[in-house]
């Protein structure tokens, strides 16, 4: 009989000990405001889709979601907080894709692949090639005619060294064997201003742009997607125009390495519905932002997958930081 109740007890004891209760931080999560850190400058188009983005994934999280800006350094430097901040879910931040080839072309701070909770993607942007409405250039063919008369004076403003907007035009000059002078800004307002001033003869960039187009005051000579775009149809791709250049470049919510898989889930759902809500929708379709979603194992893999991909195309840019 003692044998039995020894057998009982130990029975009991290794049930309860294979449905552990969660962390009491999971349990509770969220107590309190979440930051969410936008790398890039306040008003441009990333800024305007993450506080919409922010707005409906709290209210589905029972808690304020909170944007931060935390412009420069090619929209790195919220990489750089997620390193520094506690796994504890109260700050994630934007990671775009910058993070998967400057450590291709510099020393960086941080490890792309170990340092990083991949959340959920949730979008990606659409870029372009604007020019002034009076600028001379009416095609892409006129650009790059110019520029092969002129090597390294035509002019482009981009959100910063290593972004997408920068190494897209890179790829598309290599193809195009052409050699121009790019101008990096802190983002999408500073690179709109510039052009708009006249300090610069074009500037690659995600659709803040769009209003400037519709207005008239700017020119959009081709977009960097696969295909064209269903608010610009009758603008036509480098892709398509022989360049083999595309590039959208995903982007959702990440956190800091070592995070509870409770709160990840939660975080994740509450963004996963947040995609569905018609006012992010709206603000999606405002700069032709399409859903790109990946659930956290998705968007972890496409982290590696993205990582390698950068490295092969800094290479073949001439890119590649040989003592890193």
Not at 95 to 101: D, I, S, T
Not at 174 to 191: C, M, S, T, V
Not at 212 to 219: D, N, Q
Request: aromatic share 8%; glycine share 8%; net charge positive.
């Amino acid at each position: 009989m003692a044998k039995r109740r020894e057998f009982i007890s130990t029975a009991a004891a290794l049930m309860a000990s294979s449905v552990l209760p969660l962390p009491v931080a999971a349990q509770t999560y969220p107590a309190r405001p979440i930051k969410y850190i936008c790398p890039w400058p306040a008003g441009g188009s990333t800024d305007v889709v993450m506080r919409s983005l922010a707005e409906a994934a709290g209210r589905h999280l029972g808690q304020a979601i909170i944007v931060e800006n935390r412009p420069g350094a090619g929209g790195t430097l919220g990489a750089l907080d997620l390193v520094n901040a506690k796994p504890d879910g109260y700050t994630v931040a934007q990671l775009p894709h910058g993070v998967f080839r400057l450590p291709h072309m510099q020393k960086v701070a941080f490890d792309t692949l170990k340092d990083f909770t991949w959340i959920a993607c949730l979008t990606g942007y659409t870029f372009g090639l604007v020019v002034q409405a009076e600028s001379p250039f009416k095609t892409i063919k006129d650009l790059v005619d110019y520029a092969r008369l002129n090597p390294g004076k035509l002019s482009y403003g981009s959100t910063g060294v290593g972004t997408s907007p920068h190494l897209a035009v890179e790829e598309f000059a290599q193809r195009a064997d052409i050699k121009l002078n790019h101008i990096p800004f802190k983002g999408n307002a500073e690179n709109m201003q510039a052009l708009m001033g006249g300090h610069i003869a074009s500037a690659s960039d995600a659709t803040g742009w769009g209003p400037h187009v519709e207005s008239g005051k700017l020119r959009l000579l081709a977009t960097y997607g696969s295909k064209r775009t269903k608010r610009w149809p009758q603008t036509p791709t480098l892709d398509e125009l022989g360049y083999q250049t595309v590039s959208d470049s995903p982007f959702g919510v990440c956190g800091p390495k070592g995070m509870e898989p409770a709160v990840t889930r939660a975080i994740h759902d509450a963004f996963r519905k947040a995609i569905a809500e018609p006012s992010v929708l709206a603000i999606f379709d405002k700069y032709d932002q399409s859903v790109i979603y990946m659930n956290t194992e998705q968007y972890t893999k496409f982290a590696r997958e993205s990582f390698a991909a950068e490295r092969a195309t800094i290479e073949r840019l001439g890119m590649l930081n040989k003592d890193g």
